[in-house]
């Protein structure tokens, strides 16, 4: 997934990874069903596509992308290059960092991509002029932006700190927290007809359509 003068090539990558995820899950004969390892894998993988997505579409704006629809994104902030994009937006919320002796960011002080306030942050910094667009988009009562990461955490660290962090976010759906982190991800919230993992691969999906489109 890498940053396009074309919103349409970004959408159409990401898109890709959130349905290989789906399907990742389909295999197994229903989500309901999915095995651990399937579970834990595209969690983590869920996350890290968003992430990546954040990244890129942020790094697209600053080329002056066309959106889905046509419209041209231009910025208020020029930047001569990604490195100096991403220094830019590093430098939003860590004012203390300083590049390598080659003037290259280190990746790891980059902005945290998946958190959407962080995100709509930066985007907001360099003058986006489809800050509107990135503002409704986020806003649509998404509640991966807040949970996955917790579950994402528990499968990364897998210690009973993070397990209590994730069966503590089940509550919000309805769901038991007595229940692990695999088992709430595999139940389905209240009014749903989708599986908690599936619920986020499909807002995930609506939120990078919702940003290129326009």
């Not at 595209?42 to 890129?56: D, G, H, K, P, Y």
């Not at 041209?72 to 994009?85: G, H, L």
Request: with cysteine; charged share 20%.
């Amino acid at each position: 997934m890498r940053p396009s003068k074309y919103l349409v090539k970004l959408q159409t990558a990401a898109i890709k990874r959130v349905q290989r995820l789906k399907r990742s899950l389909s295999l197994s004969s229903h989500p309901s069903n999915a095995p651990e390892i399937c579970l834990a894998n595209t969690t983590i993988e869920a996350l890290n596509t968003w992430n990546n997505f954040s990244r890129s579409f942020y790094l697209s704006c600053t080329l002056n992308p066309r959106a889905v629809n046509g419209n041209r994104i231009t910025t208020t902030v020029v930047t001569a290059n990604f490195n100096d994009a991403i220094g830019c937006a590093t430098l939003l919320s860590k004012p203390n960092i300083t590049p390598n002796p080659y003037g290259i960011w280190d990746r790891r002080y980059e902005p945290t991509w998946h958190d959407s306030n962080i995100f709509l942050r930066v985007c907001r910094h360099i003058g986006c002029s489809n800050i509107d667009n990135i503002v409704d988009g986020l806003s649509g009562g998404q509640t991966f932006f807040s949970d996955l990461s917790t579950f994402r955490n528990f499968y990364a660290h897998r210690n009973q700190q993070t397990a209590n962090k994730a069966m503590n976010k089940s509550l919000r759906y309805s769901i038991s927290a007595t229940l692990r982190p695999s088992e709430a991800l595999r139940s389905f919230p209240i009014n749903e007809t989708s599986t908690l993992l599936e619920k986020w691969l499909d807002e995930i999906e609506f939120t990078i359509k919702y940003l290129c489109y326009e």
